[in-house]
């Protein structure tokens, strides 16, 4: 019995230091050397070197000149250490009233224009980085007009920054947010008021 009982500690101490320590410690290791921007959290910096974001994970725009990312409930908003949903019921009274709230924003003008549903309703992570093409060019008009250039000017901007499907058939084509933003701020700045 002391024998059978050695050996299973003898193995899970072996097995905890292998799958516990070694192998996570050469798989990171390995995605360093092959893989390193992704490794690093694919991060964004400017020209200047100064760190914007991820591209994996969102950030809240409000002004009227940048594309708006999907609402977040994670915590404070897009707050990774809070990840997760509202974890509200489709018919809650809650729910209802945050999507109401939403699209009265992005619509104040009461007019009949769907809004696409992710701009009106957080993902399951809160995190999501990218808006459907849809829900891009609903917001073309406002900041074509905030940033004083063509509806086809940014359409053709929004096209271009428009990721297709994984090997034409995994995911939905999307929209990174961070990144058009960025990119709208290179092309035509916001004029500081």
């Given at each position: 019995?002391k024998?059978?009982?050695?050996?299973a500690?003898l193995y899970?101490?072996i097995?905890a230091?292998?799958?516990?320590?070694v192998?996570?410690?050469?798989?990171?290791?390995l995605?360093?050397?092959?893989?390193?921007?992704?490794?690093?959290?694919s991060l964004?910096h400017?020209?200047?070197?100064t760190?914007?974001g991820?591209?994996?994970?969102g950030?809240?725009?409000?002004?009227?000149g940048?594309?708006?990312?999907?609402?977040?409930a994670?915590?404070?908003?897009?707050?990774?250490?809070?990840?997760?949903?509202?974890?509200?019921a489709?018919t809650?009274?809650?729910l209802?009233?945050?999507?109401t709230?939403t699209v009265q924003?992005l619509?104040?003008?009461?007019?009949?224009?769907?809004?696409?549903?992710?701009?009106?309703?957080?993902?399951?992570?809160?995190?999501?980085?990218?808006?459907?093409?849809?829900?891009?060019?609903y917001?073309?008009?406002?900041?074509?007009?905030?940033?004083?250039?063509?509806?086809?000017?940014?359409?053709?901007?929004?096209?271009?920054?428009?990721t297709?499907?994984q090997?034409?058939?995994?995911?939905?084509?999307?929209?990174?947010?961070?990144?058009?933003?960025?990119y709208?701020?290179?092309m035509?700045p916001?004029a500081?008021?």
């Amino acid at each position: 019995m002391k024998k059978m009982m050695m050996t299973a500690i003898l193995y899970t101490l072996i097995t905890a230091v292998l799958l516990g320590v070694v192998y996570p410690l050469a798989v990171t290791g390995l995605a360093h050397v092959f893989f390193p921007r992704q490794a690093e959290g694919s991060l964004i910096h400017r020209a200047n070197g100064t760190l914007v974001g991820s591209r994996l994970i969102g950030q809240a725009f409000s002004g009227p000149g940048y594309f708006w990312s999907r609402p977040s409930a994670a915590g404070a908003g897009y707050d990774a250490g809070n990840s997760g949903g509202s974890n509200y019921a489709p018919t809650s009274a809650a729910l209802a009233a945050r999507v109401t709230a939403t699209v009265q924003t992005l619509n104040p003008k009461g007019t009949n224009a769907a809004v696409p549903i992710d701009l009106a309703t957080a993902s399951a992570s809160g995190l999501d980085p990218d808006i459907s093409p849809a829900a891009a060019y609903y917001q073309l008009a406002r900041v074509a007009t905030e940033r004083h250039m063509s509806e086809d000017a940014v359409r053709s901007l929004v096209t271009a920054h428009i990721t297709p499907r994984q090997f034409g058939l995994l995911g939905e084509p999307r929209v990174n947010v961070l990144e058009l933003n960025l990119y709208l701020d290179k092309m035509a700045p916001i004029a500081s008021k």
